[in-house]
T-cell receptor
Framework: QVQLQESGPGLVKPSETLSLTCAVS?????????WGWIRQPPGKGLEWIGSIYHSGSTYYNPSLKSRVTISVDTSKNQFSLKLSSVTAADTAVYYC???????WGSGSYFDYWGQGTLVTVSS | QSVLTQPPSASGTPGQRVTISCSGS????????VNWYQQLPGTAPKLLIY???QRPSGVPDRFSGSKSGTSASLAISGLQSEDEADYYC????????????FGGGTKLTVL
């Protein structure tokens, strides 16, 4: 059974960088599939942030691209998110998830999700 | 403002059939498949329907999906109290080098 677990600071100051890690168990990232980050502001809908392949190829939401970096560490079977210059608008529950289709783009979907971690941006 | 448009709320009584709509455009629903997610209160989203009308293992056949043109629908028959949740549609959007877009979500209340 594939399991994902997010970890990282729950509080980040404005203008600083948000950093989260997603540890994967039950499946080797090196075996394939794409891995992504999605966020959900309190009381609001879902927003895709970006995704990565085990080779390191990355894909970002155009609206966040200038501030987002996603990386992968296959030796630790985990991938990470960095979001720079955060503001209160970045306060959200951040989820990591697996794309359940081995090809990038249309046809894929998020089949396994982490439980999510709340990150609050405040001084 | 979400790229895909869903009604903010829907409701039904136990046993009823309820449908939730999702409207998009030619760059997303019109040319790509649609997925649906169910989010129970305080939990992570769960894949409910993928590729327009496919159910993952373990999802009851009370849940069904369809797509026509630039719109999609999720139907829930034999409504149960445990179906009370938020439902989100999602699709790949071909614009801006491609990216994933979601609907704003529909809160389903079982009366």
């Amino acid at each position: 059974q594939v399991q994902l677990q997010e970890s990282g600071p729950g509080l980040v100051k404005p203008s600083e960088t948000l950093s989260l890690t997603c540890a994967v168990s039950g499946y080797s990232i090196s075996s394939g599939y794409y891995w992504g980050w999605i966020r959900q502001p309190p009381g609001k809908g879902l927003e895709w942030i970006g995704s990565i392949y085990h080779s390191g190829s990355t894909y970002y939401n155009p609206s966040l691209k200038s501030r987002v970096t996603i990386s992968v560490d296959t030796s630790k079977n985990q991938f990470s998110l960095k979001l720079s210059s955060v503001t209160a608008a970045d306060t959200a529950v951040y989820y990591c998830a697996r794309h359940g289709y081995p090809v990038w783009g249309s046809g894929s979907y998020f089949d396994y999700w982490g439980q999510g971690t709340l990150v609050t941006v405040s001084s | 403002q979400s790229v895909l448009t869903q009604p903010p709320s829907a409701s039904g009584t136990p046993g009823q059939r309820v449908t939730i709509s999702c409207s998009g455009s030619s760059s997303n629903i019109g040319s790509n498949t649609v997925n649906w997610y169910q989010q129970l209160p305080g939990t992570a989203p769960k894949l409910l329907i993928y590729s327009n009308n496919q159910r993952p293992s373990g999802v009851p056949d009370r849940f069904s999906g369809s797509k026509s043109g630039t719109s999609a629908s999720l139907a829930i028959s034999g409504l149960q109290s445990e179906d009370e949740a938020d439902y989100y549609c999602a699709a790949w959007d071909d614009s801006l080098n491609g990216h994933w877009v979601f609907g704003g979500g529909t809160k389903l209340t079982v009366l």
